[in-house]
Every structure is written in C-alpha cells, then in structure tokens.
C-alpha cells in the first residue's frame, strides 16, 4: 500500500488537489504537489503534535497540516493514547486520516474502491444537512457514473447503507433505483 501522508483528525484532504488547468501536477521532486496532503506539504515533524494543525482534533480545521507516511505508526499510536474521541458521524471527531495513492497502490481504479455507503443520519452538503434518502440518491447517482466510467457491473461495487447505532452489523446492502 503506497500511503501519501496522513492526519490527526479530519484533514479535509479534498482542497489538496494536483491538478493545474487540467493537468496533473508531476510528482518529481520535494516541492511538488503530493495529493490529498498539499501543494507543496507543509509537513508536520516530531515534536509538532501540540501545535495548531498538528493535532488530534478539528480546532485547526482546514488548517491541518499532514504528516509524512513514515510517522504513520507513531501517528496512529499517538492518535489512539491521546486523540479526540468518537461522538459519532458528523461530529468531525476521533479518527485520523491516512491518504493512500490509489493510482500506485492498486492496478486500476475499479480495484481502490470496494463500496460505496452513505449513512443512515443523512449527510451535511453544501446546502446544509440532507435527508437519508437524498444521501442514498446521491450515493447511488455517484456510483452509476464510476460504473460507467470504468465500464463495471453493479454487482462489482455495492451501495451500504451504514447503520449508526448498529456496531454489530453496521452494514446493510442497499439497492440502487
């Protein structure tokens, strides 16, 4: 597994795009684009976890800064000792985050996704909070165009539906319109 960087909380990984009026940034040298971490990182080193954007919760959201993928056992540990613990989905709390290289990592896009899933609290958009069956809508829409793209069939990728209060079995299959 080819990992980019990861995070202490949520590092809001999608403003961290390569991509410059439409083409990929090269990947060649230290100051270059790193996806999902930076454009260049402005890494995080040892002895930096109580600063601002360093740590373990969202005070600096969209302020985090990555750390590189060799502190990545530390950083879990770490996350795991002292981290934000877990109030639940959309609470933006108690997990990190870990950016992998789908395009090193795996043979074709099809293989880096196993499911998509959407949860059974709805979701938060652009518009403010979406209601459970427009999560699914949304969900299912997104997985037709990668099924088209990547010329897949449906059964090759399913649609969860994540149960929040159900840790036991937290998934259920959910059938697309």
Known sequence: MSINCAFGADGGTMRFSCTRLGRRVPRNNASACVPGCGDPPEWCLPGDEGACGCNFDNKCRGRLRPWKPAQLGWLLNTHAESGARARG????????????DAERTFASPAAAVEAFFYSDSGHYGPNGRASVDESAQRVCKV????LGA?????CQVPVLRL??????????AHQCA
């Open 89 to 100: 989905i959309n609470t933006w709390t108690g997990y990190a985050e870990v950016v992998v």
């Open 163 to 172: 149960r929040i209060g159900n840790w036991t079995e937290p998934f259920e």
């Open 150 to 154: 990547l010329r897949l069939d449906p």
């Open 143 to 146: 997985r037709r165009a990668f």
